[in-house]
């Protein structure tokens, strides 16, 4: 069963898509943060925040390196 969905990439970015598709679906919906992991300082966190859904393939592929 499922109980909480991931969303990342450019529909992350979307205004207010994490909550439609909450309400649409009745389930939990986050956005993901392929830097979740990785140690940064805050001022580097708020720099990224905006920008880390889009960066989920590249961490990922970086990670198997």
């Known amino acids: 069963q499922v109980g ?3 969303i990342s ?3 992350a970015g979307m205004a207010e898509a ?3 598709l909450t309400q649409t679906l009745g389930l939990e ?3 993901g943060d392929p830097f979740s992991k990785v ?3 805050p001022e580097t966190q708020k720099k990224l ?3 880390a859904p889009l960066y989920s393939i590249a961490t990922g592929l ?3 390196i």
């Open 18 to 20: 994490a909550s439609y």
């Open 49 to 51: 925040d905006s920008w």
């Open 62 to 64: 970086a990670q198997n």
């Open 9 to 11: 990439g450019g529909t």
């Open 39 to 41: 140690i940064k300082n």
């Open 4 to 6: 909480i969905i991931t």
């Open 29 to 31: 919906v986050i956005v």
